[in-house]
Nanobody, 121 residues
Framework: QVQLVESGGGLVQAGGSLSLSCAAS????????MGWYRQALGKQRELVAT???????NYADSVNGRFTIYRDSAKNTLYLQMNSLKPEDTAVYYC???????????????WGRGTQVTVSS
């Protein structure tokens, strides 16, 4: 059974930092395309950052330069280091793992349950 469990959310003042973790079981994270997404109250879920199995990273413009996505393969855990937090970063943050088989192109897509991040002004 595949599980992604996020942790590290909480309440922080603007300008502060938080580090989110996504511990995986049932899959090998290093083989998957990983991502952090967030959903603010009343808004659609949006991409925050992605990390491919080969190590390529991509960030939303709104967090580029402030957030860093990385993984620890030994711990089978994905991280999101968030610095210089702003009130508009307030959201539930979700971890995602995706894998597409070759050549049949079967997609495996997993989500965690999310962790709340609240940034006060």
């Amino acid at each position: 059974q595949v599980q992604l469990v996020e942790s590290g959310g909480g309440l922080v003042q603007a300008g502060g930092s938080l580090s989110l973790s996504c511990a995986a079981s049932g899959i090998i994270l290093a083989l998957y395309a990983m991502g952090w997404y967030r959903q603010a109250l009343g808004k659609q879920r949006e991409l925050v950052a992605t990390l491919t199995s080969s190590g390529t990273t991509n960030y939303a413009d709104s967090v580029n330069g402030r957030f860093t996505i990385y993984r620890d393969s030994a711990k089978n855990t994905l991280y999101l280091q968030m610095n210089s937090l702003k009130p508009e970063d307030t959201a539930v943050y979700y971890c995602n793992a995706a894998y597409e088989t070759v050549p049949d192109r079967i997609v495996y897509n997993y989500w965690g349950r999310g962790t709340q991040v609240t940034v006060s002004s």
